[in-house]
């Protein structure tokens, strides 16, 4: 069965850093395109940062850029969110798929459980 699995989040204060790991079972990452996204509470989901299969290209969310990083280890099977200077705001579960767009998630593949972040102000 393919499924991706996160982890990695917790408690953290303002201005600390996490990384969330995206692990694969099932098949591949390599060249496949990988999506982070978050729900903060009470709103809704939100792309958070995307990694292109054919070239590793990056794509961020504005509020996140200068401050996470998304990343590949092809021997790991596993995409990474290197996340730091966190803010209050970037509290949410975050999950990761394989696509980048939410409403494509939403509607034609599943969600994962997630993994929750929470930065204290």
């Known amino acids: 069965q393919s499924q991706l699995v996160e982890s990695g989040g917790g408690l953290v204060d303002t201005g600390g850093s996490l990384r969330l790991a995206c692990a694969a079972s099932?098949?591949?990452?390599?060249?496949?395109?990988i999506g982070w996204f978050r729900q903060p509470p009470g709103k809704d989901r939100e792309e958070v940062a995307c990694?292109?299969?054919?070239?590793?290209?990056?794509i961020y969310a504005d509020s996140v850029k200068g401050r996470f990083t998304i990343s590949r280890d092809n021997a790991k099977n596993t995409v990474y969110l290197e996340m730091n200077s966190l803010k209050p705001e970037d509290t949410g579960v975050y999950y990761c798929a394989a696509h980048c767009s939410v409403a494509y998630v939403t509607t034609v593949a599943s969600w994962g459980q997630g993994t929750q972040v929470t930065v204290s102000s």
């Open positions: 990694l292109g299969g054919n070239d590793d290209s990056t």
């Open positions: 099932g098949f591949s990452l390599y060249h496949r395109t």
